[in-house]
């Protein structure tokens, strides 16, 4: 069972109405969760109205089922088993993740930028683990959906939560930031995303730093010195903030992390030492990017904090790994090498793919399509990224997409080494590009989520030659 999580505290925390319980002080749930297939005993089944699912269908059957209590806006009909009435079910989920993360004695690690929020949530997990039982953001739970139902995960084994937040507009980040109530602030860097919603950067770094009013009495932001927008950071709740970075004679702020002896191993990832104040270890990082040098360092700033030693954090470090859509790297039985990126992407991260892209040996292949979100500058901000591949030995060029068009002008001025193929749609792409492609290329798929590059990927990697 949750701690303190009977369906009396359960329906004072969302201002409900229980019904269908006589003893609802005895009364726990084990989790919460809004999809019917994921319901377990003594579960709280979460009724969410979706575009072509409405979970109020499952709820009776549930009920007779596996589940403790339903959480609805419209009351089942002939039910007599508890379920709480609510006026709207996403916020009350809300509001009872909020009272949950309240009865937690835990670490929280609250992680936000524009760029690498999920890689470096990956490396602080993984260093962390080394001496903590942790508990992650899985997938793209990074939401005012996803990291509710993360909190619900908490179990009483877990000392330590690393929770993404990912956010789109102003306040965003103060509700998902009260939900999670971190010890830790953690901000990879402040780039040209979501801009459609926030302006420019300064408006992102002031939607980032809303996490700042909702740390805890403890709370401690370390920030990425790098940025020029994060090193105007001075004090966070009273206290200085902890920079780290890579090159600390680069840095816009001083840094107390950072790195010396980089060294790129290409698609086979990093070598570096890592220094924290009087600390230093090398580390084989086996991501591919310089980026991930960055999370390394960040990962160990946390892990400083909450008493890991050196030999513990390179551990960490030397485990890390990548999940599906980003910067995965994956080596196809049919010879083909694919780092699959095709999550989502933004300007900062697009370029940087292609950077990573660049280090393969063998024929380079970027397939890239239109991102989202980018305001009034998207198509500036599209040939940036054509442009960008000036200095890279990138071979061929795939695109799709309306706004890619203009990474194709900015590729056909800047780029002239690099073979270029555009197309109106995903679909006309792929037919072309599984013509191209032999065993020995190494392919990059790089769009925002709905470009829906992911049949790219899955195409290329059951392809026959």
């Not at 080394?130 to 084994?157: A, C, H, S, W």
């Not at 072309?432 to 798929?445: A, E, S």
């Amino acid at each position: 069972m949750l701690k303190n999580m009977n369906l009396t505290n359960v329906a004072a925390a969302c201002h409900g109405e229980l019904h269908n319980c006589s003893n609802p002080d005895e009364v726990y749930i084990n989790g919460a969760v809004i999809d019917s297939r994921q319901v377990e005993d003594g579960y709280l089944f979460v009724a969410v109205k979706g575009e072509r699912v409405d979970g109020h269908d499952f709820v009776v059957d549930l009920l007779n089922g596996p589940a403790a209590c339903a959480l609805v806006e419209v009351a089942p009909q002939n039910c007599d088993k508890p379920y709480i009435v609510v006026p709207s079910t996403l916020v009350a989920l809300k509001e009872i993740a909020a009272f949950y993360r309240q009865q937690l004695d835990i670490k929280v690690v609250g992680i936000t930028g524009s760029v690498g929020k999920t890689s470096t949530k990956e490396m602080i997990a993984s260093v962390l683990a080394q001496k903590y039982n942790v508990l992650k953001t899985e997938g793209n739970f990074n939401n005012e959906i996803g990291l509710p139902l993360t909190i619900m995960r908490i179990r009483d084994e877990h000392e330590v939560a690393v929770l993404e937040m990912g956010i789109s507009d102003f306040d965003e980040m103060h509700r998902l930031a009260a939900i999670g109530n971190p010890d830790i602030s953690v901000i990879t860097n402040i780039g040209t995303c979501h801009l459609e919603n926030l302006g420019d950067r300064d408006g992102v770094l002031r939607a980032k730093t809303e996490m700042f009013d909702h740390l805890t009495s403890r709370g401690l932001a370390i920030l990425n010195g790098e940025d020029d927008k994060l090193a105007t950071v001075s004090q966070v709740n009273g206290k200085a903030p902890i920079f780290f970075g890579i090159h600390r004679e680069d840095a816009h702020a001083p840094l107390v992390g950072y790195a010396t002896d980089v060294k790129n191993l290409g698609l086979d990832g990093m070598q570096a030492t890592i220094h924290y104040e009087d600390s230093a270890f090398d580390v084989h990082i086996h991501v591919p990017g310089i980026h991930n040098v960055a999370n390394a360092v960040a990962a160990t700033c946390v892990a400083k904090e909450w008493g890991l030693s050196d030999a513990q954090i390179q551990a960490g470090v030397n485990a890390a790994g990548t999940i599906t859509g980003r910067s995965n790297l994956i080596h196809a039985d049919n010879g083909l090498t694919i780092i699959d990126d095709c999550y989502n992407a933004n300007p900062m991260s697009m370029k940087e793919a292609l950077n990573i892209l660049n280090t393969a040996s063998g024929r380079k292949i970027a397939v890239l399509g239109d991102m989202g979100e980018l305001g009034v500058n998207e198509r500036a901000l599209h040939r940036e990224v054509g442009e960008h591949m000036a200095n890279l030995a990138i071979d061929e060029l795939y695109t799709a997409g309306e706004l890619s068009e203009e990474i194709v002008a900015g590729a056909r001025e800047r780029a002239p080494q690099t073979s270029i193929h555009a197309f109106a749609t995903r679909d006309e792409l792929l037919d072309m590009l599984k013509k191209d492609v032999k065993p020995g290329d190494t392919v990059l798929v790089k769009a925002s989520h709905f470009m829906s590059f992911t049949k790219i990927v899955n195409d290329l990697k059951s392809l026959e030659f």
